[in-house]
């Protein structure tokens, strides 16, 4: 009986078709499995990045134009002038309630923005057709427990006044004591349609005496600030994040207010305004491909 085999010819061409795919499927795979971290990382850093930026976007779209300052660690501000180059880390600004203007579901806006000058005086505003029992829930449900229509302020379209002292941004001097600034502190006194005037330092009654009062208005209840903490200087990141539910007009500053991360690995924060509008950037690094980073950036009118 004749038994079959390979040749020596056969076997060495198998050795060297197993060598082949060895040296160059071996290589492709890696390739395709580089390929894949890759594309996974910047899919991941686009998506987050792309997030933020929104997030800050989304809430920047709702500032009062007039408020927004850029402040160091230390304190200090400056208002966010029309082609200013800035080299300050936080980015800061009052926020209209658009929630509350918008209203429940099926429902008219909790504050209407309008003021009654016919029926107002010193001691109290009338805003036809606004709820302030309805405004301090929602107030309460967004700030987590942390405020309510007491803690508010309105702000007169129209009217005019000093950045640093008119929006509270001085909380070295205190809060805003008087009535004739940007930002009025106000409480509710129990009629769903009123608002009363307060000294935004203590809390106690005041009055619009001599003061500017507008037919239209803006409420706000918390400022806004962004910028990187937990710097690292090895890895040159730190993460971004959004401070809210503070008042500057009751003498708070941004580090009295809730923070959430938006971002880790965030390498650079930058905003300029150019005119009313604002330009934000945010960069972020790969911590696991070297040298890959990306930066997203909008524009907010």
């Not at 600030?225 to 730190?238: E, K, L, Q, R």
């Not at 938006?262 to 950037?281: C, N, R």
């Amino acid at each position: 009986m004749r038994k079959s085999a390979f040749t020596l010819l056969e076997l060495i061409f198998v050795i060297v078709v197993i060598g082949i795919l060895s040296k160059f499927g071996v290589e492709l795979l890696a390739q395709a499995y580089k390929s894949f971290i890759f594309s996974s990382i910047n899919n991941s850093l686009q998506a987050n990045s792309a997030m933020a930026v929104e997030t800050i976007a989304s809430r920047l779209q709702y500032r009062i134009k007039d408020s927004i300052i850029a402040r160091q660690t230390n304190g200090n501000f400056q208002a966010l002038a029309s082609n200013t180059d800035l080299t300050a880390p936080i980015l800061e600004w009052v926020g209209t309630d658009i929630d509350g203007f918008r209203g429940n579901a099926g429902t008219a806006p909790l504050w209407s923005g309008i003021i009654d000058l016919d029926l107002s005086g010193p001691t109290a505003l009338v805003s036809p057709a606004t709820d302030t029992g309805a405004l301090n829930t929602l107030i309460g449900t967004l700030s987590n427990g942390g405020s309510g229509i007491n803690d508010a302020a309105l702000y007169f379209v129209g009217s005019d006044s000093d950045v640093r002292t008119g929006y509270g941004w001085d909380y070295a001097a205190g809060a805003i004591t008087t009535q004739d600034e940007a930002m009025h502190p106000i409480k509710s006194n129990g009629v769903a349609n009123q608002f009363v005037p307060i000294n935004g330092a203590t809390g106690a009654d005041n009055n619009f005496t001599g003061a500017n009062v507008y037919e239209y208005y803006q409420l706000a209840w918390t400022a806004y600030a962004v910028g990187i903490t937990d710097y690292n200087a090895s890895t040159n990141t730190g993460t971004l994040t959004l401070w809210y539910d503070y008042q500057p007009w009751n003498g708070q500053r941004y580090t009295n207010g809730k923070s959430v991360k938006l971002m880790d690995g965030v390498s650079t924060f930058q905003f300029k305004a150019v005119g009313s509008i604002v330009k934000i950037q945010v960069c972020v690094n790969s911590d696991v491909v070297e040298d890959y980073s990306l930066c997203k950036e909008k524009t907010i009118f």
